[in-house]
């Protein structure tokens, strides 16, 4: 247990955080571990009730662009030593990531993105359909044209997480109010002055926008426009059945992934391009569709047909955050003092953040640029220099 307070929020903060998702309490945890005091975490509703405790797990360092790839493979060593660090069992194991496509037009980009990833020593390799069958023994390759594979990717378990970044930031006197609503930002003469909750104010000079698909709304607070949509992603889990699968199987094809908990259940999810972008926290929808049943039992048992037998047990949906080059947006923006953000993992949240949370932490105490956090910026969007990431799943 941690401890939760439930009296009034302080009136000073040296920084106040805002969303207790991963993102949040990382940043939380990473300032205090570098020495900053009088730090306060505010989360609407329970810890990782937004997009942490919704998400799939997966941790992988596959992707198509640099940045990307450099944060995940930070984020992967990470993850490797984080139950120790945090005094948390986390979960985490590395049984890889398969990355399987339908389409032939898409080997190329298959075969480009293992070369990038190589090049930034990670160990992905590019594997003919008939080569799966040695990772997934009853996968059917009938229709796969080509895949990827990375034994070091894996999944952790997000609430476990979650909790473990909390125990840890506590630890190093963060206190962390749930159930507290952000009504209102100050700011005066272009720098954050402070913060107004249904628990009281807090004076502070940082505030770190961490809301997850509520990002959207709390910038604009600050007269900050983000380009981000949400969109809602849903997930399933099977009854448990015989350990069969080590890998994560994701599909570039039709947006499917599943894998299978250290419970022997399995667990997935799968994209649906019909689902609405929303702009607004009044539009947000998590309730579970049969639609969406169905669509994932079709096209699970394609790819496991042994998954015939097994009865689907309950269904669970979270929003993205979605920027439109599917890369987070990190760090302040001119003219506004004291505001840093850590939003818009377009669902990547989960594997991008210990180490999206350490370089932003180390920028904000020590000062000195980070060259992939200034690539990353918010100013990315207005000066035209984006570059969209391919494997975006789910």
């Given at each position: 247990?941690?401890?939760?307070?439930?009296?009034?929020?302080?009136?000073?903060?040296?920084?106040?955080?805002?969303?207790?998702?991963?993102?949040?309490?990382?940043?939380?945890?990473?300032?205090?571990?570098?020495?900053?005091?009088?730090?306060?975490v505010l989360e609407r509703d329970y810890l990782g009730s937004g997009s942490t405790g919704r998400c799939g797990g997966g941790i992988?360092?596959?992707?198509?662009?640099?940045?990307?790839?450099?944060?995940?493979?930070?984020?992967?060593?990470?993850?490797?030593?984080?139950?120790?660090?945090?005094?948390?069992?986390?979960?985490?194991?590395?049984?890889?990531?398969?990355?399987?496509?339908?389409?032939?037009?898409?080997?190329?980009?298959?075969?480009?993105?293992?070369?990038?990833?190589?090049?930034?020593?990670?160990?992905?390799?590019?594997?003919?359909?008939?080569?799966?069958?040695?990772?997934?023994?009853?996968?059917?390759?009938?229709?796969?044209?080509?895949?990827?594979?990375?034994?070091?990717?894996?999944?952790?378990?997000?609430?476990?997480?979650?909790?473990?970044?909390?125990?840890?930031?506590?630890?190093?006197?963060?206190?962390?109010?749930?159930?507290?609503?952000?009504?209102?930002?100050?700011?005066?003469?272009?720098?954050?002055?402070?913060?107004?909750?249904?628990?009281?104010?807090?004076?502070?000079?940082?505030?770190?926008?961490?809301?997850?698909?509520?990002?959207?709304?709390?910038?604009?607070?600050?007269?900050?426009?983000?380009?981000?949509?949400?969109?809602?992603?849903?997930?399933?889990?099977?009854?448990?059945?015989?350990?069969?699968?080590?890998?994560?199987?994701?599909?570039?094809?039709?947006?499917?992934?599943?894998?299978?908990?250290?419970?022997g259940e399995i667990v997935g999810g799968i994209g649906d391009p019909d689902e609405p972008h929303w702009d607004r926290p009044a539009?947000?929808?998590?309730?579970?569709?049969?639609?969406?049943?169905?669509?994932?039992?079709?096209?699970?048992?394609?790819?496991?047909?042994?998954?015939?037998?097994?009865?689907?047990?309950?269904?669970?949906?979270?929003?993205?955050?979605?920027?439109?080059?599917?890369?987070?947006?990190?760090?302040?923006?001119?003219?506004?003092?004291?505001?840093?953000?850590?939003?818009?993992?377009?669902?990547?949240?989960?594997?991008?953040?210990?180490?999206?949370?350490?370089?932003?932490?180390?920028?904000?105490?020590?000062?000195?640029?980070?060259a992939i956090i200034d690539s990353l910026s918010l100013a990315r969007f207005s000066r035209g220099d984006i570059e969209a990431d391919?494997?975006?799943?789910?």
């Open positions: 247990m941690i401890p939760l307070p439930e009296g009034p929020v302080p009136a000073t903060a040296d920084a106040v955080i805002v969303g207790g998702g991963i993102n949040g309490l990382a940043i939380a945890y990473e300032l205090a571990r570098r020495g900053m005091k009088r730090l306060v992988r360092q596959q992707w198509t662009t640099a940045e990307n790839i450099r944060l995940a493979q930070e984020s992967v060593a990470a993850y490797e030593h984080l139950a120790g660090e945090l005094g948390l069992q986390t979960f985490f194991r590395q049984g890889g990531y398969l990355m399987v496509t339908e389409d032939e037009s898409h080997l190329d980009s298959l075969r480009k993105a293992v070369a990038l990833q190589n090049s930034c020593q990670v160990p992905s390799r590019f594997l003919e359909p008939r080569e799966c069958l040695d990772i997934v023994p009853q996968l059917d390759i009938s229709r796969l044209k080509g895949a990827t594979f990375c034994q070091k990717d894996g999944t952790a378990y997000p609430f476990s997480v979650v909790w473990g970044y909390a125990k840890a930031a506590t630890r190093r006197g963060v206190r962390i109010f749930i159930r507290t609503r952000l009504l209102e930002v100050r700011h005066d003469g272009g720098r954050i002055t402070g913060v107004v909750t249904d628990r009281g104010e807090i004076a502070t000079p940082l505030l770190i926008n961490c809301a997850g698909p509520w990002s959207r709304s709390l910038a604009a607070m600050v007269g900050v426009q983000l380009p981000n949509r949400q969109e809602r992603h849903e997930i399933m889990v099977s009854e448990s059945c015989k350990p069969f699968l080590d890998p994560m199987v994701i599909s570039i094809s039709d947006g499917i992934y599943f894998s299978q908990s250290m419970r539009q947000f929808d998590t309730r579970s569709q049969l639609r969406f049943a169905v669509r994932f039992a079709r096209a699970l048992t394609a790819y496991w047909p042994p998954a015939r037998k097994l009865r689907l047990m309950r269904q669970w949906a979270g929003m993205y955050d979605v920027t439109p080059d599917h890369r987070p947006i990190l760090g302040g923006v001119p003219g506004l003092e004291g505001y840093q953000m850590a939003c818009g993992y377009s669902g990547h949240g989960f594997m991008l953040a210990p180490m999206a949370a350490s370089r932003l932490a180390k920028q904000i105490t020590g000062g000195e640029p980070d391919a494997f975006v799943v789910g």
